[in-house]
């Protein structure tokens, strides 16, 4: 069918659109709000979408109220301290429906969020209602192709959990006609318009956008103008469009591609390593093409449409001749599903995501548009084709229903064959009103995968939707409210124990909402230095998301962050494990627990442990600023394990060899101490670490420290805090065959120590098989644990699978915790998968006693006096007796400048991340300030766009006069 700009004036299938999206929206959304949860997920909606709306709101207001500035460009709330341009400009700045948020007072910011979501998908379907109108459809088949549009297993779950995603159902369909337009000789303006918008919304989207629009081009060429192209001024158009868009879009852009290149994004592992996705990604992947409740995204590529829409396909395919666009771009779609490079080159360069897919929505719509405005035209023959397509198709959905089954299939199978009954019908001519019908089925089928989709029992992403209220409860209760009455300068930090959550069931990782400074940050750009500096010291928590977290609770690192304090629920995991120098400053009213298991000899409520938020306090925290006169290179540095590094930051800072020569030597001698360490299995025998065969998965291990036996080597080491340092992890799972074998030899085994019991073999065989088939093993996952009187802690390689979270682990360091006397003398330690381990570890003492404590007690007295903060500025004044360096553990950018008394002083980057200024001796007045890196160069492109755009507005406007006249 033709693409025509000469649409109809009639306007009413936009009301048609508006009311049965009232019904469609009441089942996506309704369900949550009639089952008591608000539209917030309790993930990134939590930490990031609704805070920074918040957030952004404020500054917004600010700028109108003060155009001239000066504007906020530095946080010292996101994380320990962040640049707001480039967090805003990625969720927010190029987000029209964020100033929405204009429009509600302070108080109604979640009310606002929620009503965005919903407005949101509406505007995508009018998006597509706009698009299909450049066809000669019928409105009710428009109408029906945009609840396909919109109900699918992506945005049941996007629209929601990443609600930025919703925009581009909305800008894609504007790309594709504005480029048509160029191809039918029209004017480039519009698209210049719409790519203006796809840059600014979000630069990772508009990745995608460009990419989809790109092979639209080529395929529309290839298939439709092929030979009747004047390509000199079609590419000229498009240069033009592309051209203009880029100047103007540049104050956004120039500053987002610094930030990305100087992020923990880069460098990422290309596709995870995979070459080809799990054997389970292949075998799911034709049901999830109608799994409406589809959760487990297979890397993104559950499409989860409406079933007819599995008909509309096999139309298609019956006459590709009639739909050459349709069949060629959803056979390379198919194509690019199958190969996890593609999900990673649209993932720009990184994980196998799939996310490309909202992509193919657009011609899976008006696939089913196409056959419902010829539904009366369905021949014998193609109805037997698609009757015999869908048989095969229920028979391969029916054999992985073996494998793994799935209620939520129920209504989609359903409605499939309802639909082809339906196709049956009308072309026997004995339904009346076909279109009616066809459209109420559709409707239906949407309808029900939306609210099984949005029934909290159904799974994880469901379930994890907030209550409403809760959100405004959450931020209130962060720290079980014992922030109150703490200062709210920038002078100190807060954190809480790793593992240890005061509000449960909940991933609350960033504070924009108490004013307190927490060093835990989850946003998709990280500085790189900071990312750097955790793995130098092999954080265990690290992810390129959230580099800190809450650093293993390690006392050293804790200090120089400038942890004051640290919040800790009592019933909580790692509850006791308090790091060097914390004590309990103030604790909630305490509750019991009377279900939990009571001591023994209790009587009275008094006896059980209460359950409590407490706050503990550091008098060992290291000032934001502070001056050493100590230097440690980067060649001594390197050489330096994780503990010894972390255990540095207090006897020296690390800088550059230059600085480094004019500075006293750091001493680092008795900072740790190694010792000794076996590992003995629960069969009683020593094993080798190096290369260790873990066959039955009841097997456990004894980290034995034998010198710890010794009360007077012991005793040498009190107040010491403990780490296992895996300097070297390498796993090599066991094949399948291995693994089963290994299994079915522990159920052996199991079963004989029990007389007379029979083991169903077969049974046991095909349960372990078919465990491993739908988990896509053997894969690179393990973790190893490691359990003291403290709790557990764990090294983890993540699956694959897991996209953004996913990182090679092959070293870590653990903490066990910080023993003022009393070491232990031995740990327990399992891996948690079968496999052969090659772990090369130390276990090493980090001395926190009387030469920690003069290091600590002579940084704070070389703290930056009298600091004052100013947005983008932190000032102060120090006194130094000779040359050194000003030190901070404020992250380290190039849009850091500073002045010393006045004068500009360049700024160094000590400790791998921060920031840092060389100073002879004498009285100074320093000042830091920030600038965002390239947003003037950026300005400066911008309004050579202007002009530009002004110059060939201007031109273009003569060329039409003139012609015209």
């Keep these: 069918m033709e693409f025509s700009f000469a649409q109809p004036k009639q306007r009413r299938i936009y009301l048609l659109y508006s009311l049965v999206f009232i019904l469609i929206a009441a089942c996506m959304y309704g369900t949550y709000l009639v089952t008591g949860n608000s539209l917030i997920w309790n993930k990134d909606p939590l930490n990031q979408h609704v805070p920074l709306l918040i957030e952004y709101r404020k500054a917004v207001l600010h700028f109108l109220t003060h155009p001239l500035g000066p504007h906020q460009w530095w946080s010292w709330r996101m994380g320990l301290g962040s640049d707001t341009f480039a967090i805003f400009s990625y969720y927010t700045i190029g987000d029209v429906f964020a100033y929405l948020a204009l429009l509600f007072p302070a108080g109604k910011m979640v009310l606002a969020y929620q009503v965005m979501v919903v407005l949101r998908l509406y505007c995508a379907g009018l998006a597509f209602v706009w698009f299909a109108r450049h066809f000669k459809l019928a409105d009710w088949v428009i109408v029906a192709g945009a609840v396909v549009y919109l109900v699918n297993s992506y945005l049941l779950y996007a629209s929601l959990a990443q609600p930025f995603f919703t925009t581009t159902f909305i800008l894609f369909p504007l790309l594709v006609v504005q480029v048509e337009r160029i191809l039918q000789g029209g004017s480039w303006w519009p698209l210049a318009g719409a790519f203006v918008w796809m840059l600014v919304n979000n630069y990772y989207l508009a990745y995608v956008l460009g990419i989809g629009t790109f092979l639209f081009l080529v395929l529309r060429v290839l298939t439709h103008y092929r030979g009747r192209l004047d390509y000199g001024v079609t590419i000229l158009k498009l240069g033009l469009a592309t051209v203009t868009s880029l100047l103007l879009s540049a104050v956004l852009l120039v500053p987002e591609i610094l930030t990305v290149m100087n992020s923990t994004r880069a460098g990422s592992t290309f596709a995870n390593g995979l070459t080809t996705y799990p054997a389970y990604y292949y075998l799911f992947l034709p049901k999830a093409l109608i799994n409406g409740g589809q959760w487990s995204f297979m890397f993104w590529a559950a499409l989860g449409i409406v079933s007819f829409g599995f008909l509309a396909l096999v139309y298609v395919y019956l006459q590709p001749k009639r739909y050459p666009l349709l069949a060629l771009s959803l056979a390379l779609s198919l194509v690019m599903l199958l190969i996890p490079a593609v999900g990673a080159f649209f993932n720009g360069l990184m994980a196998a995501s799939n996310r490309w897919t909202l992509l193919i929505y657009l011609p899976i719509a008006m696939a089913v548009c196409f056959l419902l405005q010829h539904v009366g035209e369905l021949t014998r023959h193609q109805l037997l084709v698609m009757s015999w397509?869908?048989?095969?198709?229920?028979?391969?959905?029916?054999?992985?229903?073996?494998?793994?089954?799935?209620?939520?299939?129920?209504?989609?199978?359903?409605?499939?064959?309802?639909?082809?009954?339906?196709?049956?019908?009308?072309?026997?001519?004995?339904?009346?009103?076909?279109?009616?019908?066809?459209?109420?089925?559709?409707?239906?089928?949407?309808?029900?995968?939306?609210?099984?989709?949005?029934?909290?029992?159904?799974?994880?992403?469901?379930?994890?939707?907030?209550?409403?209220?809760?959100?405004?409860?959450?931020?209130?209760?962060?720290?079980?409210?014992?922030?109150?009455?703490?200062?709210?300068?920038?002078?100190?930090?807060?954190?809480?124990?790793?593992?240890?959550?005061?509000?449960?069931?909940?991933?609350?990782?960033?504070?924009?909402?108490?004013?307190?400074?927490?060093?835990?940050?989850?946003?998709?750009?990280?500085?790189?230095?900071?990312?750097?500096?955790?793995?130098?010291?092999?954080?265990?928590?690290?992810?390129?998301?959230?580099?800190?977290?809450?650093?293993?609770?390690?006392?050293?690192?804790?200090?120089?962050?400038?942890?004051?304090?640290?919040?800790?629920?009592?019933?909580?995991?790692?509850?006791?494990?308090?790091?060097?120098?914390?004590?309990?400053?103030?604790?909630?009213?305490?509750?019991?627990?009377?279900?939990?298991?009571?001591?023994?000899?209790?009587?009275?409520?008094?006896?059980?442990?209460?359950?409590?938020?407490?706050?503990?306090?550091?008098?060992?925290?290291?000032?934001?600023?502070?001056?050493?006169?100590?230097?440690?290179?980067?060649?001594?540095?390197?050489?330096?394990?994780?503990?010894?590094?972390?255990?540095?930051?207090?006897?020296?800072?690390?800088?550059?060899?230059?600085?480094?020569?004019?500075?006293?030597?750091?001493?680092?001698?008795?900072?740790?101490?190694?010792?000794?360490?076996?590992?003995?299995?629960?069969?009683?025998?020593?094993?080798?670490?190096?290369?260790?065969?873990?066959?039955?998965?009841?097997?456990?291990?004894?980290?034995?420290?034998?010198?710890?036996?010794?009360?007077?080597?012991?005793?040498?080491?009190?107040?010491?805090?403990?780490?296992?340092?895996?300097?070297?992890?390498?796993?090599?799972?066991?094949?399948?065959?291995?693994?089963?074998?290994?299994?079915?030899?522990?159920?052996?085994?199991?079963?004989?120590?029990?007389?007379?019991?029979?083991?169903?073999?077969?049974?046991?065989?095909?349960?372990?098989?078919?465990?491993?088939?739908?988990?896509?093993?053997?894969?690179?996952?393990?973790?190893?644990?490691?359990?003291?009187?403290?709790?557990?802690?764990?090294?983890?390689?993540?699956?694959?699978?897991?996209?953004?979270?996913?990182?090679?682990?092959?070293?870590?360091?653990?903490?066990?915790?910080?023993?003022?006397?009393?070491?232990?003398?031995?740990?327990?330690?399992?891996?948690?998968?079968l496999g052969t381990y090659h772990l090369k570890y130390q276990v090493v003492a980090a001395r926190m006693g009387d030469k920690y404590q003069r290091e600590v007690r002579q940084i704070q007295a070389h703290g930056l006096k009298k600091l004052h903060f100013a947005p983008n500025t932190v000032s102060g004044q120090l006194t130094t007796s000779r040359y050194g360096v000003l030190t901070s553990s404020i992250p380290y950018s190039k849009g850091w400048t500073a002045t010393v008394d006045g004068h500009p002083a360049p700024v160094l980057r000590t400790n791998t991340a921060f920031v840092g200024l060389a100073l002879p001796a004498g009285n100074h007045r320093i000042k830091l300030t920030y600038h965002v890196p390239g947003l003037r160069v950026g300005d400066i492109i911008s309004l050579i766009g202007l002009a530009w755009t002004a110059l060939l507005a201007g031109i273009t406007w003569w060329v039409r006069h003139h012609r015209g006249a």
Aim: contains cysteine; positive net charge.
């Design 389 to 833: 397509t869908t048989g095969v198709y229920l028979l391969v959905v029916l054999a992985t229903y073996f494998l793994k089954n799935d209620a939520a299939l129920f209504v989609p199978l359903t409605c499939l064959l309802g639909g082809l009954l339906l196709l049956w019908l009308i072309h026997a001519g004995v339904v009346a009103h076909p279109g009616r019908w066809l459209l109420a089925l559709i409707l239906a089928n949407a309808g029900f995968n939306a609210i099984y989709a949005a029934f909290p029992y159904n799974g994880d992403f469901a379930s994890a939707m907030l209550p409403r209220g809760a959100y405004q409860r959450l931020t209130t209760q962060r720290y079980g409210g014992l922030e109150k009455g703490l200062s709210k300068q920038p002078t100190y930090r807060v954190s809480t124990l790793s593992q240890n959550d005061i509000v449960s069931d909940v991933l609350n990782d960033n504070d924009l909402t108490t004013g307190m400074h927490n060093i835990d940050s989850y946003y998709s750009l990280q500085n790189k230095y900071l990312g750097q500096f955790s793995q130098d010291l092999q954080n265990t928590q690290y992810q390129a998301n959230v580099p800190l977290r809450q650093v293993d609770d390690r006392s050293v690192w804790l200090n120089f962050l400038g942890v004051k304090y640290l919040f800790v629920q009592t019933n909580g995991a790692n509850a006791t494990k308090w790091p060097q120098g914390y004590f309990l400053d103030q604790a909630t009213e305490p509750q019991y627990d009377y279900n939990a298991k009571q001591p023994a000899g209790a009587t009275k409520k008094e006896d059980l442990p209460p359950i409590q938020t407490v706050r503990l306090k550091s008098q060992q925290n290291f000032p934001l600023l502070y001056w050493q006169s100590t230097a440690i290179t980067p060649a001594q540095y390197r050489q330096l394990g994780p503990t010894a590094k972390e255990r540095a930051l207090a006897s020296g800072v690390v800088v550059a060899d230059q600085v480094a020569q004019k500075l006293t030597p750091a001493d680092l001698t008795g900072n740790v101490v190694k010792l000794k360490s076996q590992l003995i299995s629960n069969r009683f025998n020593q094993v080798n670490p190096a290369n260790l065969h873990y066959r039955d998965a009841e097997e456990t291990y004894q980290l034995v420290l034998p010198q710890l036996t010794n009360k007077q080597f012991a005793k040498r080491l009190q107040e010491s805090e403990l780490h296992v340092e895996f300097q070297t992890i390498k796993y090599q799972p066991l094949t399948l065959k291995q693994q089963l074998a290994a299994e079915m030899a522990h159920a052996k085994q199991t079963a004989n120590f029990n007389p007379g019991a029979a083991l169903n073999e077969k049974s046991v065989w095909y349960k372990y098989w078919r465990y491993h088939l739908i988990n896509g093993s053997p894969d690179i996952s393990y973790t190893l644990q490691l359990t003291s009187k403290y709790g557990t802690e764990k090294i983890s390689q993540p699956k694959q699978s897991v996209l953004s979270f996913f990182k090679v682990v092959k070293n870590g360091t653990m903490n066990v915790g910080y023993f003022a006397k009393n070491l232990p003398t031995q740990l327990t330690f399992k891996p948690i998968k």
